[in-house]
């Protein structure tokens, strides 16, 4: 079912060297700008080093969930994608490869399979060099470096999720699409929409009661904020008040009070745990995040075996 | 005789809201281990045509089968190969080009680097083996597009207009190429050019399609035969102005290149009156010979009354005799 050859040129395409070095430093100029303000602003300058490495992993854990395996492995995901159907079609490569005996479910499969093969390898590679960047700014110490370390995996798996969903949107487009652009545009409206703009609408629209029901349901934000928590949870991560405040700003899981943001955390005011808000299970967010992914996918895959190429 | 290609009332409509039938129940056989000319004028529907049977795209109605196999099954698919009337390619070099379309056969990789090597060396393409094959002229890109489709050692060769980028030269190569291709290997061929003097040459067999159906089908042997000339072309110095007079030989009419075209029954008769006609006059008779029937002259003949060819020849003669009035 998978056709080797194929596998491997869209592997190697995914890994020529400029996009690697693209990628990079797409990915690392945030991460080094955000570390930079925050270092002068002496933003983690607390009493004790482990209540900085707390603060230090909790915003890190931000700048994953949002940036590094969110926005940035996304939007590679969707760039990605959307040039396995549609940068064929518009290059017309794609003609010669259907008339090959081949079925174009193989082709398709085979396509698919590389951009995951090669987005757990980027997303992988990605973690370690945010990491390696926060650790260099922050100058910490081997031990404190461990603790980002061994939580790599956590993030790694949140990132998968957050591939396969971004990646499955712009395949399935690409599939119909003769236009690689127009494969990407859905997938980074959704990606603004997920990450940015629920940030502005989410409370305002919980206030008024109106978020329950399509808001909700749209706000993958939250899915994948639900999830994101709970596979750190699951690895051992306890996040403290403020952590969970600023996350619950990103991600909408947590309760965060209007008042939250003018404690003035430096004097050890000890805060209660904020309240998880649960609009949904955290397994119900694993399905959706699962199920519609795996059905965007089927859905390209059907379209493009009925397609005609001409 | 085993039947290497066949499509049963092959219809493709393209169009949801504008609809146009490109293939309009077309039906056609082609015999296994025959040269087959595929002709017919600028959007007669060749091109769908072979996209149907390569899996390209599928009919809107009918089926295309290739050695019984339901066209675009990868069991068909395994049997074809095809070189499109316009090649693309990835943004490789030619030998990888060649070894990568091996590959998506199931050639293993040394095999495949070695049938990419003598192809390209029976091509005389070595020399651009490691160029990226994007840059290559079109008529580069068209022999590629040749090469890629025998890089699976198919049965039956589907060739879509394949010397239409090339010189002179290149074209008689590709055409002799071809040739040996259907008499060494004894490979199935089917062949659209538009080139009707070249293809002549290489062909055994013809279809003649027009506005998506089939109007001939016929091996070359008896489509001469049926079209064999009873006709003389006779060129005088004003050939509108002899028009009337050679009419009362036999049914004449101008042809597409303003000379008379005269249908004879007895040509030892038909001979001796252009003699007489001419024998005050002979500086005004240019010549009168038989009218060969070439394939092109056959595709005229057949398609002159029905395709559009047809009004802009009658223009151009029309407007030749108002000229030659004067
Ligand atoms: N994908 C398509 N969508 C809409 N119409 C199409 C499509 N492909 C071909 N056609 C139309 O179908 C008709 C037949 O085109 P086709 O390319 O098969 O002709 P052809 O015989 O190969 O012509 P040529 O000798 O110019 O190559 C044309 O009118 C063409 O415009
Ligand atoms: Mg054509």
Redesign the interface.
Known sequence: MI????FE?TFKDFFRLKTILVYSVFLAVPLVIFSQIALEANFFNVTSLDLMVEYLFGFFSVLSYVWVSGVAISLLSAYFCSSMIAEEVS???I?????????RASIFMSKFLAFLVSILIYSALSLFLSVYIWASVFELDLASLMVFVSKIPYFFIYSVFVALFFGSISAAISALSSSKLKSIIPSVLLVIVAFFVFIQIRDVSRDMGAYEGVLSFTDVGYDFGNLYISILEAGGVRFIPLMQGVLGTFTGVYDVPDEFVDVDYDHGIIKPSLERLKYRSPVVSLIKLIVLPGILTLLGLLVFV?R??? | MEIAIETTELTKTFGLVKRLTAVNNLSMKIEKGTVHGFIGPNGAGKTTTIKMITGAISPTNGSAQVFGEEAGKNEAKARIGYSPEHPNFYSQSAFDFLVYNARICGVEPSEAKERANNLLDWMGLTDFKNRNARGFSAGMKQKLGLLQSLIHDPDVLILDEPTANLDPIGRFDVLTKIKDLAKKEGKTILVSSHILDELEKVVDHVTIINKGHTVLQSDIHSLKNKFASNKYIVETANNPAYLKRISKLGPAKLNPDGNIEVEVKNPERFKSAIFTMFKNDTKNLGGFYPLKMSLENIFMNVLGDKSDLKNNEQKTVSTLGEKNDK
């Not at chain 1, 003609?95 to 079925?103: G, M």
């Open positions: 056709n080797k050859a194929i040129k290059d017309r490569t003609l010669l490869l259907v008339t090959k005996p081949v079925s009925k005609d190429i001409s």
